[in-house]
């Protein structure tokens, strides 16, 4: 295993730093214990559901043997009385996890803290975070503006997400269309301690979702979908929602917010309206097309509806293989013999004493340097683009690995908080002039040749890169 630690995973006691995220009436128990088994958190999305229902569905949970889950609950669009009962239930219940979304309840997020459950709640502002640390949450997700179903946050993730990271001394989880192994990397590089998945989990077997709206999701790409509120009722107002372009979104239904109510499916005796937040589940029928088919901008990379091992698998894969070149030992090192740069192999080396605050100069560069690629490879125009250019995960890798080195290296003394990095210099010639500095040091070879690969990656970008 070469993913990095997650200190969320050690809060959630998950195997592997990705979570299912609470998808109201998409992730029920089934869904969860997939991802559970396969190694992930999952939060059964419980918005709006009665007692009956969130007992059942935990219940399920225990009995196939699982203990550590959550449910998500959503305050602000649920009636006082049945959030009451809810809170109730869960406290009952004695469920280990609770995610909240949308605005934040001070109140319930005291209620469940004080009974001994964990809370993490979803934000979508470094202000929002901050507030949630306050209050005693204990792990917040960073919402970017490409997640599908409601979407709090206006920005997009490359930029909110390493500000959340640096504003709060908690765990942060990055959402918003991630889908990939280059996703998990790039986040982690970010400052994140994993990733959220709402769609690529939405697109599996064991999701609740109807096959009608797995189906829609396949042929879609990320400027298929479109931030919206044409689907509104069961909600506060302004909570813009992220779907696949329709009849409904072009306006071609007519006017969302006209007092007519009309009825266009069912589910088990509850009538679902045109324009209400509903999206089609297995329980209901009706008219799905016409119903919200929530989709966040990561929707390119799922092409086939897979188990939710697979789809867990898959990213882990891929995101092992990207952190795979720089993650040798030094014995592996000098088996394979090291990577030849002529200045570097002399052996001279001038000592190693205190590499700790270079490797963590290197490791802050490395993630300034990621992050104006990442505004480099993006279009600014464009509303609806996955969360992170492809290309860019080669150097969020760089950035991981550098950040561990610097880890291992300080051996758990306290983190020094990122340095400021001079904007005179480019990036890539500031670290370039750190390594000509750092490499010289080392008499360790894997260390050494890690970092001499860097230098020739950075090198092959050309002086002219944003890195
Ligand atoms: C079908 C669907 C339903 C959702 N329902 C909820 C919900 O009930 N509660 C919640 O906190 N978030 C909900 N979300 C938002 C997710 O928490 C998360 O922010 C989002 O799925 C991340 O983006 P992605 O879908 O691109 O992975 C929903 C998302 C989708 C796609």
Not at 379 to 405: G, I, V, Y
Not at 461 to 467: K, N, W
Request: charged share 20%; hydrophobic share 45%.
């Amino acid at each position: 295993m070469t993913l990095p630690d997650s200190p969320a995973c050690n809060l959630l006691g998950s195997k592997l730093p990705l979570v299912l995220a609470g998808m109201g009436g998409v992730a029920r128990s089934e869904l969860v214990a997939a991802v559970t088994t396969a190694g992930g958190f999952g939060f059964l999305g419980m918005v709006r559901e009665p007692p009956k229902l969130i007992e059942r569905e935990v219940t399920r949970l225990r009995e196939l043997g699982h203990s550590r889950f959550g449910v998500n609950i959503i305050p602000a669009s649920t009636d006082p009385a049945l959030l009451e009962r809810q809170v109730a239930t869960l406290i009952a219940l004695a469920v280990p996890v609770v995610c909240t979304f949308w605005t934040l309840d001070q109140q319930v997020t005291r209620r469940l803290r004080d009974a001994g459950i964990m809370v993490v709640h979803q934000v979508g502002s470094v202000d929002e975070a901050i507030e949630a640390v306050r209050s005693g949450v204990e792990i917040v997700i960073a919402q970017g503006r490409e997640a599908g179903g409601h979407v709090r946050g206006t920005r997009a993730i490359r930029d909110l997400l390493p500000e959340v990271a640096d504003a709060v001394n908690i765990p942060v989880l990055a959402a918003g269309g991630m889908a990939t192994g280059a996703d998990l990397v790039t986040a982690m590089a970010l400052g994140a301690s994993g990733i959220v998945l709402g769609t690529a989990l939405m697109a599996t077997e064991e999701s609740f979702a109807h096959a009608y709206h797995k189906q829609r999701l396949l042929a879609a790409e990320a400027d298929d979908t479109v931030l919206t509120s044409s689907f509104h009722i069961n909600w506060p107002p302004n909570a813009p929602t992220r779907v696949l372009k329709s009849a409904i979104t072009s306006g071609a239904r007519g006017d969302p917010h006209a007092s007519e109510r009309t009825v266009i499916g069912d589910e088990e005796g509850r009538q679902i309206y045109l324009f209400s937040t509903d999206s089609p589940l297995r329980s209901m029928t009706g008219d799905f097309e016409s119903m919200a088919l929530y989709a966040g901008t990561g929707i390119g990379h799922i092409t086939a509806i897979t188990s939710a091992t697979d789809r867990l698998t898959q990213i882990v894969a891929e995101a092992e293989t990207l952190l795979a070149p720089a993650t040798a030992s030094d014995e592996q090192v000098e088996l394979a013999s090291s990577v030849c740069y002529a200045g570097e192999m002399s052996g001279a080396y001038m000592g190693e004493a205190d590499l700790t605050d270079d490797l963590w100069l290197l490791a802050a560069q490395m993630r300034a340097a990621l992050r104006t690629a990442l505004a480099h490879g993006a279009d600014p125009s464009a509303s609806s683009q996955p969360p992170f250019a492809a290309k860019s995960a080669t150097l969020a890798s760089w950035a991981l690995q550098m950040r561990r080195l610097a880890a291992r290296e300080s051996q758990g003394a306290a983190l020094p908080p990122h340095p400021v990095i001079s904007g005179k210099l480019p990036a890539q010639a500031l670290i370039l002039q750190a390594l000509g500095g750092l490499i010289p040091r080392i008499s360790r070879p894997a260390l050494r040749d890690q970092l001499v690969q860097l230098r020739l990656f950075l090198e092959a970008q050309g002086p002219a890169a944003p890195v």
